[in-house]
Nanobody, 124 residues
Framework: QLQLVESGGGLVQAGGSVRLSCVASGGTLNIYISGWFRQAPGKERDVVASISRQGGGTMYADSVKGRFTISRNNAENTVWLHMSRMEPEDTAVYYC?????????????????WGQGAQVTVFS
């Protein structure tokens, strides 16, 4: 089973940027689709972005398109989520996830491994 550890969360001012990292261990990340999800207080967990195994394909939630970028380096077993022009509505716990297969995945149920989450709080 893959172990995923997120880092890089914290407080950020509205309009600012922050980058989340997700480091995988216990397996080879390049055989997994990777994704970032977030869950705000009182809300369901939603997909933020997903990236294909070799990084050639990405998808984003409409709310973050043009502001967030997902990327990966399989040699480092790492996936990143760079978030810019942040808004208070981006405040949430962000989760890294990995799932088998080749198709980009928006459904969290299709991911097999999850990190513990990283809090990101955007203040205005």
């Amino acid at each position: 089973q893959l172990q995923l550890v997120e880092s890089g969360g914290g407080l950020v001012q509205a309009g600012g940027s922050v980058r989340l990292s997700c480091v995988a261990s216990g397996g080879t990340l390049n055989i997994y689709i990777s994704g970032w999800f977030r869950q705000a207080p009182g809300k369901e967990r939603d997909v933020v972005a997903s990236i294909s195994r070799q990084g050639g394909g990405t998808m984003y939630a409409d709310s973050v398109k043009g502001r967030f970028t997902i990327s990966r380096n399989n040699a480092e077993n790492t996936v990143w989520l760079h978030m810019s022009r942040m808004e208070p509505e981006d405040t949430a716990v962000y989760y890294c996830a990995a799932g088998p297969g080749v198709d980009l995945k928006q459904n969290g149920n299709l991911y097999s491994d999850w990190g513990q989450g990283a809090q990101v709080t955007v203040f205005s």
